[in-house]
Every structure is written in structure tokens, then in C-alpha cells.
């Protein structure tokens, strides 16, 4: 081990010990951490600061600078409400929304934030309880807020907790503000940090705990996105499996259900319990199939129509349904979004609740077949970067203007309304049982209606390839290879010319013969893709959370009938295979 690194976390960690703004508690794990042969917790809680980026704070807790705990969370409070202070000056009583999710210490980062916040004459409205973080969006808004914050690691494992910060249109910071927050954050020390206590403080004029008042004008406001209540009310009992796997959809999502008219809904009584330590799942994430075993154990036990799972904050919603066999099968992220754009275009159409002035919103990694649905129907269809705040940006650009119908992503999360300005799988798994019993109301499963859109709009495949690069050498790596594929471009990919170049960071786009015209995006972005002769698109960018490099792959076919799929499926999968030799992956 490097020696000297050892010395400098020695020395940050003894600082911890000397100081008296660090309480008993903590300093008594420092001693702990500092006594031990194994210097990899040392070095892992204070080789550096936790960084307070674009989209907050996300990180292991334990004590050290480098970790999620009362001191971190506090020096990030203490940054944005020196922030708020400044931009909102001329304002009587600026306000925040103070939300959290399931995990552990998640309630006392809540408590000491809402302190935090308080103590420099900023109200307060704390939940009483965990809630999904869809809701605290709405809360911003709905209560005339100037920021907010929701204390969640999203679906990243039991050890992570999070801080997410928003803005008074109810989305997270973007430009200006995610920099002049980051700025305030960094010059806060310890010492600066006002009413840094772990004891709420329920007598302070400035901190008022909401809940029930929230919950139902929320639900309400939900109940309004709903297309055609007469096909619920015709197929009321279809059955319906749910788990929040042990997180905050449990507050609001089987109550969003009951109110849409939904009357058999089933959950999962083991993910019911609230839980940070996520004892049911390795992972509480809905994209990975072992978190909804239970679930599909369930509807197979009961010979459910629709399986759905939000994640521990409630944003993104996971989904399985049978296939034409009869088999309970996964309906990816881009699937997901592509059957909840389908069914509102259609069904808008259908109900005449069409306008002219409709849009919807896809990220640039999402599957191009929402644009031939898009197209096909005559909606206008924005693409935007990775991340819904992308979206909601969208959103606030078009706000009186044009009339937003739906927007999402391929990992999961989808907003089917503006009065919300994130994911929300509170909505979404509503919306996404009225598709169901549509698609019931006609004898068809979801499986059937993805068929359908398959055969009206083409067949597309979509497969992610991540390759892991761990440490600084890894870093390294990944910046050669996009420098690389920057400086020699693939001429053709898996035998196909490449037809169209997308670079982000650049914002220019080239075609085969050279020509270059503008993208259109607030600012630039480390993203590079490749458009091929056979329809096929392939994407390239360095994960902003994680060590790797992430290849979105899109294979586009066509099926002439609901029964091909196996064989547009197969065929697609040896592409990805030529794809993935050809770019040496």
C-alpha cells in the first residue's frame, strides 16, 4: 500500500479525533478505523472528499470524509441553503421540501437537513415518513417551493445512501444553479455548518412535518392521467402482483391503484416490510430479473395478468408479463417507455383528446421505434440526454406552448404528466394497469400489444454492453478508447456502412460523405454514435456514477407477423454478436 497516502488519511482521520464538532459516536469509529492492521477502510473513508456533483451527493456511509454521513450530508445542506440564501434574497420566506426513502440513516440525514435548513431561516416541510421521491417533486411545486431534497441511493445496493437536489420547477439542478450549488458546497467546512443536531427539532416555527394533506392532493392529481376509465371498470379484477421491494412504493402505489378502480391487487408480503437492508433481494433494482422472483413466484401461484416493481424511491418501475407461451417474461426499459408512448398516442387519438400541440420526450440512448410511432401519428417527439432532468428541461421549454403527453427512458423511469418533473413510478404503475386492461378488454396480453407495435413500426432490439474499468488506469483506458474512436472513426460496423456520426462533445454530426451540420443541446456531452445503413445504432459513453464505459446497441428489423418474433429476435441477437467483434468488444 502506498505509504504516504496511508499517512495523509491518517492525518485527516486524527483531525476527526481532535476536533469537538464531531460527536462521541463518530469519533469512536475513527479510533476504531485508525487502531486496524487493514488500512483499506481508512483509506476507502478519507483518501478524499465526497463530491457534491451535478446530481448531488451519492455515496457508501460510515465516517471519513469520503463517506455518507451527518458531517457530509450537512456541509451539502449548508452549501445549498447558503445558495438559496443568495438567489432568493429579496424573498419574505424561502421554502424546501425535505423528502427520504427506506434506508438506512435516510431519516436522520432528513432530520439534521431540515435543521440544517431551519437554523439559516429557510422553512421547512418535512414528510413524516419515507415517501417516493415523485412526491417530492410535486410537493415543490405544489407548495410554492424554492428547492428540495430527497435523501435516496435510488437502486444501488444497502451500503449507498444519496442526496438529490431540486430546483423550484420541481426537477433537479441543471445550469446555472448545479454549479453555483457545487461552488458554495465546496467552501463549507465542518465549522460552518448552523444547527448541526441528529434531534428534530418539532417545536421550530420553521419546520412543519407534512404527509396525509401531500399524499391525497398527489393521488389526486395522478387520478387525472387516466385515458379511459370505462375499460378499468370493465376488467376491475384483472389481478395485478406488486412490490416495492421493501421501499416507499408501498405508501402511495397500491392506494394510486385502488383509486384508478383496480380491486385485485396483490403484494408481495415479504417486500412489504420496510427495509434498507433489502433482505429479500441481492439487489433492489427492477431492472435485474432476480428482484421480482418473488413477485412472478406470486402471479404464477395466482395466475396474475401483470407483475410490476418500483425501486426503493419509488421513481422506476419494472415490469414482467406472459408471453405467448404462457411464460412470465421481463419487458425491458425501452420496451416499457414504448408501450406507455403507444398506448397514450393511440388512445389519445382514440377518446379525441388530440390537440395538434402534443410532445413527447425520449433520451438520445432510447429506442428510435418511439420515433417511428411518433412520426406515424403526427406528435412531435424531442430527444435530450441521459437523466430526467433532461426531460423536465424539456418540459419547462414547452410549458404553455405545446402540451406534453409523456416522456422516458430506456432505464426504467417514465413520466406520464408535468405537474411532476421527474420519473414516477407512482403514476406509471397506474397507467401501466389501465394498458393492461386495454389490452385484456380486446382478449390480448401487454406481450400481444408489444407484437402489435412490432409489426405496425418495425422490430427493434435493444442490448447494453458495459465494459468495467475499475481504479485510475481505468479511467485512463476508458478515455483512450473514446479518444480512439474519436480520432478513427468506424467506416462500417458488423458489415454495414456507417451512414451518420453523433458526437456530442463536438455537438456535429457527419454524415458518410463528410458533410457536418449542429446538434441541438444545451451544452456538450462525452456521447458518440454511430447511425448504420441496415438501421442499426450503437452508442458509447463513459458512466458518470460508475467505472465503465457503457455500448447501447439497437438492431432494427422487421416482423411481418406477431409470430416471427422468435426469428427477429434471433436474428437480431447474431447481429449484436457481429457488433460486438466488430467494435472488439
Known amino acids: ?48 472528499n465526497l463530491e457534491f456533483g451535478t446530481g448531488g451527493l451519492r455515496g457508501i456511509m460510515g465516517v471519513g470524509t469520503n463517506r455518507m454521513n451527518i458531517y457530509t450530508v450537512g456541509a451539502a445542506t449548508q452549501g445549498l441553503s447558503n445558495y438559496l440564501n443568495k438567489n432568493f434574497k429579496d424573498m419574505e420566506q424561502i421554502s424546501v421540501v425535505v423528502g427520504h426513502d427506506c434506508r438506512n440513516n435516510s431519516r436522520l440525514f432528513a432530520e439534521v437537513s431540515a435543521n440544517i435548513f431551519a437554523a439559516n431561516g429557510i422553512k421547512v416541510y418535512l414528510f413524516e415518513d419515507m415517501r417516493p421521491t415523485p412526491e417530492m417533486s410535486f410537493a415543490i411545486r405544489h407548495l410554492g417551493c424554492q428547492s428540495g431534497i430527497i435523501l435516496t441511493a435510488s437502486h444501488n445496493p444497502k451500503e449507498y445512501n444519496g442526496y438529490k437536489a431540486y430546483w423550484d420547477d420541481g426537477a433537479q439542478v441543471l445550469a446555472p444553479h448545479d454549479k453555483g450549488i457545487i461552488d458554495e458546497v465546496n467552501k463549507v467546512s465542518v465549522a460552518d455548518i448552523k444547527g448541526l443536531v441528529k434531534e428534530i427539532d418539532t417545536t421550530n416555527p420553521l419546520i412543519q412535518i407534512v404527509g396525509k394533506e401531500i399524499d391525497d392532493v398527489y393521488l389526486e392529481h395522478i387520478k387525472t392521467i387516466s385515458i379511459d376509465p370505462e375499460v378499468i371498470q370493465r376488467q376491475k379484477d ?46 433492489p433494482n427492477p431492472e435485474n430479473a432476480e428482484a421480482l422472483t418473488m413477485a412472478i413466484n406470486l402471479a404464477k401461484s395466482i395466475d396474475a395478468d401483470i407483475v410490476m416493481a418500483s425501486d426503493p424511491d419509488a421513481d422506476r418501475v419494472g415490469m414482467a408479463c406472459k408471453d405467448n407461451k404462457g411464460e412470465w417474461v421481463l419487458v425491458d426499459g425501452n420496451q416499457t417507455c414504448l408501450l406507455f408512448l403507444y398506448y ?52 419547462r421549454l414547452n410549458e404553455g406552448k405545446k402540451v406534453y403527453i409523456g416522456g422516458g427512458e430506456e432505464s426504467y ?19 401501466l394497469a389501465e394498458i393492461c386492461a386495454w389490452a385484456k378488454d380486446q382478449g390480448k396480453t401487454l406481450f400481444d400489444v408489444l407484437m402489435d407495435i412490432y409489426v405496425e413500426y418495425g422490430f427493434s432490439l435493444n442490448y447494453t454492453v458495459n465494459v468495467v474499468k475499475p481504479g485510475k488506469s481505468g479511467a485512463d483506458e476508458i478515455k483512450a478508447m473514446m479518444d480512439n474512436f474519436r480520432a478513427n472513426p468506424p467506416k462500417e460496423i458488423a458489415g454495414s456502412a456507417v451512414v451518420l456520426t453523433k458526437d456530442y462533445k463536438s455537438l456535429k454530426a457527419t454524415d458518410a460523405e463528410g458533410n457536418t451540420t449542429d446538434i441541438d443541446q444545451p ?23 460508475e467505472p465503465k464505459i457503457k455500448f447501447y446497441l439497437e438492431i432494427a428489423g422487421e416482423m411481418a407477423c406477431a409470430k416471427c418474433y422468435a426469428a427477429a429476435k434471433n436474428e437480431a441477437l447474431q447481429k449484436v454478436d457481429a457488433i460486438k467483434a466488430s467494435l472488439g468488444l
Not at 4 to 31: F, R
Not at 251 to 277: A, C, Y
Not at 368 to 382: G, P, R, S, W, Y
Open 413 to 431: 423511469g417514465f413520466l406520464a404528466q408535468d405537474f411532476v418533473r421527474d420519473k414516477d413510478a407512482v403514476s406509471a404503475c397506474s397507467l
Open 238 to 283: 384483472m389481478k395485478i402482483v406488486y412490490t416495492p421491494i421493501h421501499g416507499t412504493g408501498m405508501m402511495l402505489i397500491p392506494r394510486s391503484l385502488q383509486m384508478w378502480g383496480f380491486e385485485n391487487i396483490h403484494t408481495v408480503p415479504e417486500q412489504m416490510i420496510k427495509s434498507g437492508d433489502f433482505p429479500t433481494v441481492i439487489s
Open 344 to 395: 397514450i398516442i393511440k388512445n389519445r387519438i382514440a377518446m379525441g383528446k388530440m390537440k395538434g400541440n402534443e410532445f413527447i420526450v425520449k433520451t438520445i440512448v432510447t429506442t428510435e421505434l418511439i420515433k417511428n410511432v411518433a412520426d406515424k401519428n403526427n406528435v412531435e417527439m424531442f430527444d435530450c440526454y441521459t437523466g430526467f432532468k433532461w426531460i423536465a428541461r424539456e418540459i
Open 523 to 545: 451544452e456538450t456531452s462525452n456521447v458518440l454514435q454511430w447511425y448504420t445503413a441496415d438501421g442499426s445504432k450503437v452508442s458509447v459513453r463513459p458512466s458518470g456514477t
Open 1 to 48: 500500500m502506498d505509504n504516504e497516502l496511508i499517512k495523509a488519511c491518517e492525518a485527516k482521520a486524527q483531525e476527526w479525533l481532535a476536533s469537538s464538532l464531531y460527536d462521541a459516536e463518530t469519533q469512536a469509529e475513527v479510533s476504531r478505523i485508525l487502531a486496524s492492521d487493514d488500512k483499506t477502510e481508512l483509506i476507502d473513508g478519507f483518501y478524499k
